[in-house]
């Protein structure tokens, strides 16, 4: 049996793997487009903050040892254009310029997702860049170093940006963000994002919300962004504005597409067509709470849906639950972290949402070091049930958000949540666990 | 209606401000045989470390403040020496020595938990101390500095005498810990006490397993601790040998005992007396994985039960579920944390236990400043159950249990937890978190 992959990264080359454990028979293909496979794309802005370490140190393994010790015909710069459904083949064209057509019994497509890019004027001249793939990276690194770039223009604030603040302001450069919404991270309770705002400026970037770039132009060496009321000069333009399905070849192919144009699979991670799976950032999920369908590209659900993508393929029942949007990133010193619902996703999926904000400590009452925790917690005014919660301190929130994770799993209410035994010791918080303090107040302003 | 109180620490005063916040009009008396109420107990050895501190630095709000702004009847130096069921009152003796009766409608022992100190030749000498009450504290922290004690010898090996040793290694005190048992915290994996055991080797502890100690003498000024085959010289004893419930009052009130001789209650904290509460420490409590009575006297626990106590009292359904021994103590750099069972308890249960050891690590491939987390975790091969887990590591174990504990509340089996939605960044953890790989381990295993 031929099984042909499109994409070796996170999804693409989990899916891989696993095939080959599951039957060593089977033929796997995979087909990437760039010259890297199996990295870890999440590292790069600490890597690029790193002027000590390379790009190639995310490598999680190189293709080679695919090949050579799994036996798995991994194929670098191979770029499928099209999908023929009835004729079961993939066609495309490689980086030495030759045509190439696969034939597939099952075709996994596992392309994931690029970083939007308007199309608008000087948003392609060079030094404006954009963050997703390891050669994104490297050119990062390349173009800081060969410009010495001392200022930077983020355009975005989301967790990409934010990350890769932190990473210029340790090479010494000047950040401005900017965005045209209003609001930082709009997801979070105001008391939540005022704190993360106040992080950045305690790092001397500047936010510029409700600022629109409309074109960026060379000027002497520098680049002018600007927009109706606003004008950077900058050495270098990090696009962080979101990142988009990679899922035309599917729509081009006829397969049905879900949630914010992601390709619709359902759950075994096939397409509405029986014998193509789509699995990591280019495909749709359930989402635990709402039951709907949702597109959230992250990591861990890429290398998950690779396995349960693969298990399906190899005809072995796959075990894959929905995804909560669990997630975590560090701005500076603070960890944010969130999973489930926020109050307007609650309240746009027909639920009653109820939320409270409580700041507690990282530690122990007369232990030292201790810092403020936030923690915004929402339930189902209806039902009692737990959806969501957002959290930022500066110790105890990226693990702490997992607990609720597990919670959202089960569909616990906030007064099940509340009389979780959890673990106490002074130097890892209070008697009642944050989360717990959280889930209290919520049920007192619920009853 | 007279509410009275036996014992004013966590659940004692949990419950006192609960009762009162339910019902102001209830007549709360509160008879605390020490000089203290509401501290924190836990926060003793990190407050003997520092020797700027004050012991009355754990004082969460001293006893004024719940007779002057709650109205509670706060009597410290009140020693209740009996209770008499069928009259509905408690008597006792007063630190000023007057004999004292109280009448009540409904009673609550709260008398805690006492160190185990043996019946042996000069373990009541001076400079044998333990560590539980805050007058213990005082104690032990005023010899420390009247005897310049240089040399400590303490006697077991728990959370306790782990978290001292700690305390005194910071004072500059040489420290030998002794015990026993052959086997440091023989409830966790060796390979996961190994590490603890390198920890305590690497800050110069000296370990001393499988050595009784029968005796102590005092000689010159210094104390010598001896045992059939060994002798130690050292300038202060630390009993830390666990501790027992103070459950006398309550058995020769003729209630009825658990596990340990703890007292015995029902889901909402009642007695064999309808009447008479029991919670806290002193108490014995479901256990959420085998369903059996346990008796794990932990803090969070008794403030739980101090509140779900009062809520029965005033006619409020109660709120509370089992435990499931949610733990986590550090050891210098080391969080060492649990939750559940053992192999060993489930085996006792009736469980069919499966265990998994990993090693896995609290960062991202590539993310610098990673170190190794170990997890011993076990589910039941008959029905998949997860029944519990164990973790040490440098960072990321403490918070990460609690993932664990909401998975064991919700019966959840490894297969469905090892799909559990967990946030992932490289500075906090690899994109499989180590509680996910220690499931994907245990399931392959259990296949």
Request: charged share 25%.
């Given at each position: 049996m031929e099984f042909v992959i499109i994409g070796g990264d996170a999804a693409g080359m989990s899916a891989a793997s696993r095939a080959k454990r599951n039957r060593p028979d089977l033929n796997v293909t995979?087909?990437?487009?760039?010259?890297?496979?199996?990295?870890?794309?999440?590292?790069?802005?600490?890597?690029?903050?790193?002027?000590?370490?390379?790009?190639?140190?995310?490598?999680?393994?190189?293709?080679?040892?695919?090949?050579?010790?799994?036996?798995?015909?991994?194929?670098?710069?191979?770029?499928?254009?099209?999908?023929?459904?009835?004729?079961?083949?993939?066609?495309?064209?490689?980086?030495?310029?030759?045509?190439?057509?696969?034939?597939?019994?099952?075709?996994?497509?596992?392309?994931?997702?690029?970083p939007a890019r308007p199309d608008l004027p000087g948003f392609d001249?060079?030094?404006?860049?954009?963050?997703?793939?390891?050669?994104?990276?490297?050119?990062?690194?390349?173009?800081?170093?060969?410009?010495?770039?001392?200022?930077?223009?983020?355009?975005?604030?989301?967790?990409?940006?934010?990350?890769?603040?932190?990473?210029?302001?340790?090479?010494?450069?000047?950040?401005?963000?900017?965005?045209?919404?209003?609001?930082?991270?709009?997801?979070?309770?105001?008391?939540?994002?005022?704190?993360?705002?106040?992080?950045?400026?305690?790092?001397?970037?500047?936010?510029?919300?409700?600022?629109?770039?409309?074109?960026?132009?060379?000027?002497?060496?520098?680049?002018k962004a600007f927009g109706p009321d606003t004008c950077f000069q900058t050495d270098m333009v990090l696009l962080a504005m979101g990142v988009t399905p990679n899922s035309e070849l599917a729509a081009n192919a006829g397969l049905a597409l879900g949630p914010g144009d992601s390709i619709a699979v359902d759950r075994s991670l096939k397409t509405s067509n029986e014998h193509i799976y789509a699995a990591g950032d280019c495909a749709d999920a359930f989402h635990l709470v709402t039951g709907e369908k949702t597109w959230i590209p992250l990591a861990l659900r890429a290398n998950r849906a690779g396995w349960a993508a693969a298990d399906d393929v190899c005809g072995?029942?796959?075990?894959?639950?929905?995804?909560?949007?669990?997630?975590?990133?560090?701005?500076?010193?603070?960890?944010?972290?969130r999973a489930g619902l926020t109050v307007k996703e609650a309240g746009a999926f027909g639920f009653d949402p109820c939320a409270v904000v409580v700041k507690t400590r990282s530690r122990a009452h007369a232990h030292s070091g201790s810092s403020p925790i936030r923690i915004q917690m929402i339930a189902d005014k209806k039902t009692g049930r737990l959806l969501g919660a957002q959290m930022v301190g500066r110790e105890g929130a990226a693990h702490r958000i997992n607990a609720v994770s597990v919670a959202l799993h089960n569909r616990m209410t906030a007064r099940d949540f509340s009389q979780t035994d959890m673990a106490y010791a002074p130097p890892f918080g209070p008697v009642w666990d944050p989360l717990l303090t959280a889930a209290n107040q919520l049920l007192k302003k619920m009853r």
């Open positions: 995979v087909l990437e487009k760039s010259s890297d496979v199996s990295y870890s794309a999440c590292g790069m802005p600490y890597n690029i903050a790193d002027s000590d370490r390379e790009i190639e140190d995310l490598v999680v393994r190189p293709a080679h040892v695919f090949r050579d010790k799994q036996g798995i015909n991994v194929l670098t710069g191979h770029f499928v254009e099209s999908i023929d459904p009835k004729g079961k083949t993939v066609a495309g064209t490689s980086s030495d310029k030759k045509a190439f057509r696969f034939d597939y019994d099952k075709l996994l497509i596992a392309s994931g997702a690029s001249l060079p030094g404006v860049m954009a963050l997703k793939s390891l050669d994104d990276g490297r050119k990062i690194k390349a173009y800081l170093t060969a410009h010495n770039v001392k200022k930077v223009l983020i355009i975005g604030m989301g967790y990409i940006g934010l990350e890769m603040c932190e990473a210029f302001v340790a090479g010494g450069i000047e950040v401005d963000m900017v965005k045209p919404g209003s609001t930082l991270l709009p997801w979070m309770a105001p008391e939540l994002s005022e704190v993360v705002k106040k992080e950045l400026e305690t790092h001397h970037v500047r936010l510029h919300l409700g600022r629109d770039i409309q074109g960026i132009e060379e000027t002497s060496g520098h680049l072995q029942p796959p075990n894959l639950a929905g995804v909560c949007g669990a997630a975590v990133f560090k701005v500076f010193d603070l960890e944010v972290a």
